[in-house]
């Protein structure tokens, strides 16, 4: 050890010779003529050849996980210090959860930062759990460091140790038991009776205390100062600096102090981060009040976040404040090349500063700055080091005035050297990436391949406060009922009980109407690297690629279920072949999983009916496996009209030439698909889309809150059948009309062009048991579609939500309405008559008579699911007496026969 930091030393002594060289070549008018803080050193034919041997590339060690607990916030300053010590050596990401509660986007200093950084978005539990098993169970790594004992970074980072075999480093910067509601850890026959509710959020307090008796239960620990070493043990990592980044012989302080508008006679206090009231602002400013001389000036920079804080600062009279916003990681030099020093008079009784060294320690002494403190026990050894100057409050004003006649003074340059000389020996990153490897030795050593056994209950206090928050009670499967055919159903989708799409609503009524037995509903299967990345690509909990993500999760351990309903999706990988998350690795076993489930449930192939909403690619080989005693074929949508490639489209073709002929019974939504495939098929029902009625009294979404009134509301599908330009054209024409567009998958480019009007307003994907309460209160709904082959092969079911909240209806020249509905719309040709008729509907508000109520009756899902039933009687009128092969065209496929 004693050698690793002897050479450490002697490298920091060849980094501060080449920059005394450069200083000394440079010219005195580069300086003057610069119109940048930061002055980029001349290099010479020398300085290029130690360049290129310092960042010559090296073979990386392997891949590292640096895993935070909020990617949204200043938990994230440890983070990036640990990524960026590791990056040398490492191929590093940064990775972890961003929680809506904390803005749901990334910390401004790490965006544009160039970091590798991936996100799981989320609102609670429902949504972190299965998007981190999803992520753990995709990405392998040779290193996982947990950033702080919070559960979301100790349960992300134990997942992904327990499926990549790795070392698991744990990091403390602070005692995480200072930000709870009680200072006492939790006990985990306690932890265990309230996990449910702790683990919702798993950032909050209860989680805190308990996650404190987890502090030793990884490969190895690593902490940030003296007093949590004491408290914990491991290996000390400063809050390291890079020493080039911050040298204060490449920026110019007299342009930097310029730039604050600071005089040369002021003494500049800097007080960079989130002002706390733990962290001394009061003093320092109740000093300057009391010494009540302006050429003292407190700059405080960073977002205010407590209500009365500024007005409190402010009625310090006296003393001269500047407030600047928060400013980014690049920006920082620019404030520390302008201070004088950086004062840190901490409350010595907050139970937070007993465990916390601030990173303005760091950021001070790297430009050779005095910081004057309070006594508390993580400065303890910079104190004795010489670093910093420790002094009780009441001698700040002497102090200050002390460093104000020092910097006058000869010796005040030698000062500066002096501390810098003491940041690269203590905070800089040579001498932490050595202490940070002897961590990682330690944690490969003790690696033992699994994790602890209270890593692992930690693990499953969060799966079984995921099944309890998602579910009730646990639900009893209904028997198969005698006299009752089941439906076992395909839908060509990964959103089943989303959207409240046509395949969901004739699911539902069947099973309402008594028509049918019991139901079991599969989605598409998806490959677990996908599901993977949907996690990833969403942008917000409720994003289309999220949800859908997390339902295929929830159906794969049956929390989607009800008695008599039961969603599943096979969930498979080739690679991850160990996940806990797949039922195959190949789609070569998707039939007989079919099967399996079947089995598992009950249902008898003899007296079940498949439903198939093409395009199902593997249905062939599904029935060719079981053999349902009847077929029927749904077409919802021609999805030949979607823009495909060449590929792309002949499969689809295919699916429908394969699955068409199979149907004893083909039913569509619109008269054109009966058209387009009635070559595929003899004979094809007409069964429009339907609609339930809304309750009354719905409250209004808070996303709708403050959007001014009137509303012309959309919600629906964006991808492929929006008119943009439309859309834009008369959002300009009427100015006084907020148009609100509830839906996902658009084209980016079009959200941000039509984003910019003030009237737009993009409220994401609403799923459908919000549907109406979004819809009861629009003002006026519309449907700005194109007119193309696939929305003219289209019913949309939009418009009949839209009249069963007795909405006007404003729409372009779509086509495949209910002919009992056209009277109260009103048809667009263009963007103009859009405008004017949306108008015209906030003047004309829809009338609630006996027959529009007659209308209502006849598009109801009820009305609709007494027709299917109709078919279906017709077609096997055996259906509602008892189990039976059904329909002869099933019985010559069984044969082999053509029908």
């Known amino acids: 050890m004693t050698n690793d930091i002897e050479k450490a030393r002697i490298n920091m002594l060849r980094h501060n010779l080449q920059r005394l060289t450069k200083m000394l070549t440079r010219k005195a008018e580069a300086l003057e003529q610069s119109e940048q803080v930061f002055v980029p050193p001349p290099k010479s034919e ?24 909020d990617l949204g916030h200043n938990p994230v300053g440890r983070a990036m210090v640990i990524y960026d010590l590791l990056a040398k050596d490492w191929d590093v990401e940064l990775i972890g959860p961003l929680w809506s509660q904390f803005g749901g986007k990334i910390w401004g200093p790490i965006a544009q930062s160039g970091r590798r950084v991936r996100t799981l978005v989320c609102d609670d539990l429902t949504d972190f759990y299965p998007a981190a098993i999803a992520f753990a169970e995709t990405n392998a790594y040779d290193l996982v460091v947990a950033c702080k004992p919070r559960a979301p970074s100790l349960a992300l980072a134990a997942l992904i140790k327990k499926n990549s075999n790795c070392p698991m480093i744990m990091d403390i910067d602070d005692l995480e038991l200072s930000f709870a509601d009680e200072e006492t850890p939790i006990a985990e026959k306690d932890f265990a009776s309230v996990r449910t509710e702790a683990l919702r959020l798993p950032y909050q307090s209860t989680a805190i205390r308990y996650c404190e008796g987890l502090t030793g239960e990884a490969d190895s620990l690593i902490v940030s100062n003296i007093a949590l070493r004491e408290r914990y043990g491991g290996h000390m990592i ?22 604050l508008d600071l005089k040369p006679s002021e003494f500049a206090l800097m007080f960079v981060g989130t002002p706390r009231p733990h962290k001394g602002i009061y003093t320092v400013a109740a000093a300057l009040d009391e010494m009540n001389d302006k050429r ?15 007005k ?75 670093l910093i100057t420790v002094i009780h409050p009441d001698y700040l004003p002497e102090t200050l005035n002390e460093l104000y006649q020092a910097r006058k003074s000869k010796s005040y340059g030698a000062e500066k050297q002096r501390i810098r000389a003491g940041f690269e020996d203590e905070f800089g990153m040579g001498i932490n990436r050595i202490r940070l490897d002897n961590a990682i030795a330690r944690a490969i050593r003790n690696n033992q391949g699994s994790l602890s056994p209270k890593l692992e209950k930690l693990l499953d206090h969060f799966h079984q406060a995921y099944l309890n928050l998602n579910r009730d009670k646990p639900v009893k499967a209904a028997a198969p009922k005698a006299g009752k055919t089941d439906i076992v159903m395909f839908w060509k989708q990964n959103d089943s009980g989303l959207y409240g799409r046509r395949s969901d609503m004739i699911m539902k009524h069947l099973l309402a109407s008594n028509k049918v037995g019991r139901i079991l509903q599969f989605d598409a299967p998806i490959n677990l690297q996908e ?59 998707y039939p007989a999983y079919i099967q399996d489930q079947m089995e598992a449930l009950g249902f008898n192939p003899d007296n079940t009916i498949a439903w198939v909403c093409p395009v199902v690619h593997d249905f062939p080989q599904v029935q060719k496996r079981i053999n349902f005693s009847g077929i029927v074929c749904d077409i919802i949508d021609d999805q030949r009209a979607f823009d495909l490639t060449q590929s792309e489209r002949r499969r689809v073709e295919k699916n429908y030439e394969d699955i068409l002929p199979l149907a004893d ?26 609609t339930e009625i809304p309750p009354e009294g719905l409250p209004m979404p808070s996303a709708l809150e403050n959007i001014a009134r009137p509303i012309a509301g959309y919600v629906g599908n964006l991808q492929d059948r929006i008119d943009w330009d439309l859309l834009e054209e008369a959002a300009e024409h009427v100015p006084d009309v907020s148009f609100v567009i509830a839906g996902g998958g658009a084209n980016p480019e079009n959200i941000e062009r039509l984003d910019k009007l003030p009237n737009v307003h993009f409220i994401g994907v609403v799923p459908y048991e919000k549907v109406q309460a979004y819809i009861a209160h629009f003002d006026v709904c519309i449907v700005p579609h194109k007119g193309t082959d696939l929305t003219r092969r289209m019913n949309p079911l939009k418009v009949y939500n839209y009249f069963s909240a007795a909405k006007p209806i404003v729409t372009t020249e779509v086509e495949n309405i209910d002919g009992n509905m056209i009277p109260y719309i009103r048809f667009a040709k263009n963007a103009g008559e859009l405008a004017v008729f949306i108008k015209e509907s906030l003047e004309h508000p829809i009338v609630v008579n006996d027959q529009y109520k007659s209308i209502l009756s006849e598009i109801s899902w009820e009305s609709r699911i007494a027709h299917i039933a109709s078919i279906l009687d017709e077609k096997w009128p055996t259906i509602k007496e008892k189990p039976k092969k059904m329909g002869a065209k099933t019985a010559d496929k069984k044969a082999g026969k053509k029908a």
């Open 46 to 69: 020398k300085d290029e050849t130690v360049v290129q041997t310092e960042v010559a590339p090296t073979q990386k060690k392997g891949r590292a996980a640096v895993v935070c607990w």
């Open 238 to 259: 400063r809050h390291a600096r890079d020493e080039r980044t911050f040298d204060p012989s490449f920026y110019d302080r007299n342009l930097a102090r310029k730039k």
């Open 296 to 310: 003292f000036v407190l700059n405080i920079v960073g977002d205010i976040n407590y209500p009365d804080m500024r």
């Open 312 to 386: 409190k600062l402010e009625g310090y009279s006296n003393a001269r404040i500047n407030f600047f916003p928060d400013c980014s990681f690049a920006d920082l030099p620019l404030y520390l090349m302008a201070a004088d020093a950086v004062p840190l008079m901490q409350d010595w009784e907050s139970l937070i500063t007993q465990y916390q060294i601030p990173a303005k320690i760091s950021d001070a002494t790297a430009f050779g700055l005095p910081v004057i403190a309070t006594e508390v026990p993580p400065l303890y050894d910079l104190e004795q080091q010489n």
């Open 531 to 589: 599901l993977s990345k949907l996690i990833e690509k969403s942008d917000g909990p409720l994003a289309p690629t999220g949800l859908t993500a997390r339902n295929a999760v929830k159906n794969k351990l049956g929390l989607n279920d009800r008695s008599r309903h039961f969603l599943r999706t096979f969930i498979w990988s080739d690679i991850f072949r160990k996940s806990s998350l797949i039922d195959g690795t190949s789609m070569d076993v």
């Open 665 to 690: 019974l083909v039913m569509t939504n619109c008269q054109p698909n009966v058209e387009a495939f009635s070559p595929l098929t003899e004979e094809i029902h007409f069964v429009p889309n339907g």
